[in-house]
Nanobody, 113 residues
Framework: QVQFVESGGGLVQPGGSLTLTCVGS????????MAWYRQSPGKERELVAR??????PHYTARSGRFTIRRHNTNSTMFLYMGGMASVDTAVYYC????????WGQGTQVTVSS
C-alpha cells in the first residue's frame, strides 16, 4: 500500500523558515512526479509545489519563497520554506502529482508571533 509520511512542521515566527520532509513508498516514489499540498483551516487542500520524477521543480503563486527537492534513492522529498507568513499556516501533505487517493497524516505548520 502506498504510504507517505510527513515531518518537520512546527511553530515558526513570521519571516522564519522551516524544512519539511516526506518519505514515500519506494515502489511509487521513483516513478512518480511528487508534490507538496497544504490545507488551511476552513479551506480545501491546495497544491503548493511539485517536482518531476527527474527533479524539475514547478512552483505556484503560493511557493515563491520555497524550494522543493527530492532524493529518489531514498524516496525522500523536501520543502524548504523561507520568509514565512501567517498565510502559510496549514497542515502540509505530500503525495504524487496528480494526487493518489492515499494521504498521510500531514505535518502542522503554524506561523505566529
Amino acid at each position: 500500500q502506498v504510504q507517505f509520511v510527513e515531518s518537520g512542521g512546527g511553530l515558526v515566527q513570521p519571516g522564519g523558515s522551516l524544512t519539511l520532509t516526506c518519505v514515500g513508498s519506494s515502489d511509487i516514489f521513483g516513478v512518480s512526479d511528487m508534490a507538496w499540498y497544504r490545507q488551511s483551516p476552513g479551506k480545501e487542500r491546495e497544491l503548493v509545489a511539485r517536482i518531476s520524477v527527474d527533479g524539475r521543480p514547478h512552483y505556484t503563486a503560493r511557493s515563491g519563497r520555497f524550494t522543493i527537492r527530492r532524493h529518489n534513492t531514498n524516496s525522500t522529498m523536501f520543502l524548504y520554506m523561507g520568509g514565512m507568513a501567517s498565510v502559510d499556516t496549514a497542515v502540509y501533505y505530500c503525495n504524487t502529482y496528480p494526487a493518489a487517493p492515499y494521504w498521510g497524516q500531514g505535518t502542522q505548520v503554524t506561523v505566529s508571533s
